[in-house]
T-cell receptor, first 116, second 109 residues
Framework: EAGVTQSPTHLIKTRGQQATLRCSPI?????VYWYQQALGLGLQFLLW???????NRGNFPPRFSGRQFPNYSSELNVNALELEDSALYLC???????????????FGPGTRLTVL | DAKTTQPPSMDCAEGRAANLPCNHS???????VYWYRQIHSQGPQYIIH???NNETNEMASLIITEDRKSSTLILPHATLRDTAVYYC??????????FGSGTRLQVQP
């Protein structure tokens, strides 16, 4: 069974540009999560989507946004890039919301975004 | 959000059991304890989780105290490939996993 996939592996942008990161969940999973891991810092929760709806959002500015498509894949968009946005962006997926109070999140390999 | 406390680092001899402690004294009744590990800049790998009872799978065992204020992850026979940062996390049901600084486990040959 294929795991969570993310693209691209690496992305280099300049300050002020926009970045789009993509994620495909494990087959059968409808919930997708995004996390940011800046250098030397822990993983910070960004967003949670399920069935196309945003279910929860972390403490990030509005220029971090995303969406989930009918096939449950997801995009994370970061507008007006700043140097501090350089980080490893991780996507995770889990079974549908409502399966239980919680469910195991399985992570992809991440996209490393570098802002110059 | 409820928080966890872990030692910053631990060493373990290859082939021996690695016991990684975690304190979560403010845990709520419906919060699950999850363990993940991250091997150098890779995506976190799920290890095990539990609510009240001890759990075991092919990777590890999870021992949760009766009052649920602490837990221990046990890797029964550590190998060099188990060298990683191990995270103890509480899931409140809001699905926003909070990763602390974790425990850096170094397995020594």
């Amino acid at each position: 069974e294929a795991g969570v996939t993310q693209s691209p592996t690496h992305l280099i942008k300049t300050r002020g540009q926009q970045a789009t990161l993509r994620c495909s969940p494990i087959s059968g999973h409808t919930s997708v999560y995004w996390y940011q891991q800046a250098l030397g810092l822990g993983l910070q929760f960004l967003l949670w989507y399920d069935e196309g709806e945003e279910r929860n959002r972390g403490n990030f500015p509005p220029r971090f946004s995303g969406r989930q498509f009918p096939n449950y894949s997801s995009e994370l968009n970061v507008n007006a890039l700043e140097l501090e946005d350089s980080a490893l962006y991780l996507c995770a997926s889990s079974r549908p919301y409502g399966t239980g109070i919680t469910d195991t999140q399985y992570f992809g390999p991440g996209t490393r975004l570098t802002v110059l | 959000d409820a928080k966890t406390t872990q030692p910053p680092s631990m060493d373990c001899a290859e082939g021996r059991a690695a016991n990684l402690p975690c304190n979560h004294s403010t845990i709520s009744g419906n919060e699950y304890v999850y363990w993940y590990r991250q091997i150098h800049s890779q995506g976190p790998q799920y290890i095990i989780h539990g609510l009240k009872n001890n759990e075991t799978n092919e990777m590890a065992s999870l021992i949760i105290t009766e009052d649920r204020k602490s837990s221990t992850l046990i890797l029964p026979h550590a190998t060099l490939r188990d060298t990683a940062v191990y995270y103890c996390i509480l899931d409140t049901g809001r699905r926003a996993l909070t990763f602390g600084s974790g425990t850096r486990l170094q397995v020594q040959p």
